[in-house]
């Protein structure tokens, strides 16, 4: 399939942007917030998000982190397990509000792994999620707080997204 470009890096980095200020204002400020991108594909978006958040709230210190789910998942042994990703956390999640963050959300079984995952570190007092791409085809009642973009996709698509844009091929 001739591969398709959705969003151009300006479009990534303006949804960004807005998805902090919705963070922000969702949480009514930012005390006792933090983001952990959900490896390997989350990562770089928790980290642009914390980025944005701290150019737009310089005041406010939003701890970021990166867990990684492989281990959970219920489709383990049917398929590789990465072994590179570690989950780094270095603050305590009991009693605040995580934002899980991750590039694309499809059937929403990486989500659940990482509750699974995030509940050995401790009891959030709320876990919101935010996505860069909702490509559709959920396969479990889960849903994103924020979104970049809603992008309609068939199952057998695959959407590469980076700070540099959106491809759909
Ligand atoms: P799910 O578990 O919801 O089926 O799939 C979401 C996870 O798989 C995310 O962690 C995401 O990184 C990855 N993923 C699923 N579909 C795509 C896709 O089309 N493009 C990219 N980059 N990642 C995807
Ligand atoms: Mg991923």
Redesign the pocket.
């Known amino acids: 399939r001739e591969p398709k470009s959705v969003l151009g890096s300006d479009d990534v980095r303006r949804a960004t942007t807005r998805m902090a200020h919705e963070i922000i204002e969702r949480n009514q400020g930012l005390d006792g917030v933090a983001l952990i991108g ?1 490896q ?3 990562v770089w978006v928790a980290d642009a998000l914390g980025g944005e958040i701290a150019r737009i709230d310089p005041d406010s210190a939003v701890p970021v982190g990166s867990i990684d ?1 492989s281990l959970y998942r219920d489709d383990i042994g049917l398929r590789p397990v990465s072994p590179a990703a570690v989950s780094d956390i270095d603050f305590d999640i009991d009693g605040i509000t995580i934002v899980l963050v ?12 990482a509750l699974d995952a995030l509940a050995d570190y401790g009891r959030p007092r709320a876990v919101q999620l935010a996505v860069v ?1 909702d ?1 559709g ?3 479990l009642p ?1 849903r994103p707080d924020y979104v970049g973009k809603n992008l309609p ?1 068939s199952s057998d ?5 980076t700070a540099d844009g959106v491809v ?1 091929s």
């Open positions: 959900i390997t594909g989350g789910a991750d590039d694309v959300l499809f059937t929403g079984r990486t989500v659940r792994a791409v490509r085809h959920r396969e889960i996709t698509e695959n959407v590469a997204v759909i």
